[in-house]
């Protein structure tokens, strides 16, 4: 492993319809046919929030996910040794390396989400070092090349949108990024009670470790609930957790108490958020 790497309303028609509908094309291959919001139901007494045509949101709820309660398996298809920690799993490649581990899976979510809406020039991670990652650079043929204790970007390759390269500008990322950078690339949710889907919670450190919010719903007295999804060490697949507190995979927690996982414990001030931001460019 590489020494850099290691391991956040409608109304009630409206969010039927949205619950409802046809699982987004996905650019990975994937035969699933069940999305995320088909699989799990709110709670009784909770109502999914609003999630825009378009928003991350919106995405993450129709992601594919694996008929019944299969096993996570590793990036080379032994199991995971401990396979009590996941609700179900989504239909999602782990890559042919040890690299999709936690916070890059994070990161796969947020790029995949952001080239399927059509904006490119907002996929952009900060790897380990400082530098800047940006898909929009490696589209047109920059790769990295490291310079003394940091790595630059260097025209050297013929220009490629496709996206096998979309998908090696990731395995670059996760090679060189991990829970710290992007501990750092987030902003700090003041308070869970404003939590989102898309949001992460991620303990940067070597090791640390991150979750994505893939959905919330919501009671009438302002009290959230919501899915979470990891990969962990070795890269495995992207699974939802389930809750260790009881038989659901819905979650909730405070401002006071820390949020338990079946493999980690986050502090009350993990709770993070992608800013909506344009990339910098390396191109010069």
Not at 114 to 125: D, E, N, Y
Not at 136 to 153: A, C, L, N, S, V
Not at 157 to 175: E, G, I, M
Not at 268 to 277: D, E, K, Q, Y
Request: charged content about 20%.
């Amino acid at each position: 492993m590489h020494p850099l790497r290691f391991c956040s309303a409608l109304t009630a028609l409206l969010l039927v319809a949205n619950v409802g509908a046809a699982a987004a094309d996905h650019a990975w291959p994937t035969t699933a046919h069940e999305t995320l919001a088909e699989r799990f139901a709110p709670p009784d007494g909770y109502r999914r929030t609003a999630a825009p045509d378009g928003s991350f949101a919106a995405w993450l709820r129709q992601l594919p996910v694996l008929p019944g309660r299969p096993p996570v398996t590793l990036w080379n298809g032994q199991p995971k040794g401990n396979q009590t920690a996941h609700a179900a799993v989504l239909d999602i490649d782990v890559g042919k390396r040890d690299l999709q581990q936690c916070a890059d899976a994070v990161m796969r979510l947020r790029a995949e989400y952001l080239k399927a809406a059509g904006k490119p020039s907002k996929i952009c991670f900060h790897l380990s070092d400082g530098s800047l990652a940006a898909w929009t650079d490696w589209q047109i043929g920059y790769r990295p090349r490291m310079q003394g204790k940091r790595m630059q970007f260097v025209r050297t390759a013929a220009a490629n949108s496709s996206y096998k390269a979309f998908r090696q500008y990731l395995d670059l990322v996760f090679s060189y990024a991990g829970s710290m950078s992007l501990s750092r690339e987030l902003s700090r949710v003041p308070t869970v009670r404003n939590i989102e889907a898309g949001d992460v919670f991620v303990k940067g450190g070597f090791p640390g470790h991150a979750v994505i919010v893939l959905d919330v719903a919501e009671r009438d007295d302002g009290e959230r609930v919501f899915l979470l999804a990891q990969s962990y060490m070795p890269a495995q697949q992207i699974h939802v957790l389930r809750n260790p507190n009881d038989a659901s995979a819905w979650y909730h927690t405070s401002d006071e108490a820390p949020l338990l996982t079946p493999e980690w414990a986050f502090a009350p001030v993990s709770l993070h958020r992608f800013p909506n931001r344009n990339c910098e460019s390396n191109a010069r």
